[in-house]
Nanobody
Framework: QVQLVESGGGLVQPGGSLRLSCTASATIFSIYTMGWYRQAPGKQRELVATLTTVGYANYADSVKGRFTISRDNSENTVYLQMNSLKPEDTAVYYC????????WGQGTQVTVSS
């Protein structure tokens, strides 16, 4: 069982930045493919970005060039740097870890509004 704890969400103005963090309780964090997903009110959960164990990153078209996913295996943490935020980025952001099984965090709210 892996527990994931997200942090870093909040209220930001359009054009602003936030960095989300997700820390995992996994004994061997480096074997997990990590990802960020989001769910806006009334919409399905969608992929934001994933990062494999060898550093391959994949992004949703809507966030390419604005968001960056990274990981620090020594800290059991994955990050999502979000720049040039737009109101349509408003959602609950969830951390995800995959290795044989899929694990989810509890989510952190990101609100982009003036």
């Amino acid at each position: 069982q892996v527990q994931l704890v997200e942090s870093g969400g909040g209220l930001v103005q359009p054009g602003g930045s936030l960095r989300l963090s997700c820390t995992a309780s996994a004994t061997i964090f480096s074997i997990y493919t990590m990802g960020w997903y989001r769910q806006a009110p009334g919409k399905q959960r969608e992929l934001v970005a994933t990062l494999t164990t060898v550093g391959y990153a994949n992004y949703a078209d809507s966030v390419k060039g604005r968001f960056t996913i990274s990981r620090d295996n020594s800290e059991n943490t994955v990050y999502l740097q979000m720049n040039s935020l737009k109101p349509e980025d408003t959602a609950v952001y969830y951390c995800n870890a995959v290795y044989k099984y899929t694990y989810w965090g509890q989510g952190t709210q990101v609100t982009v509004s003036s």
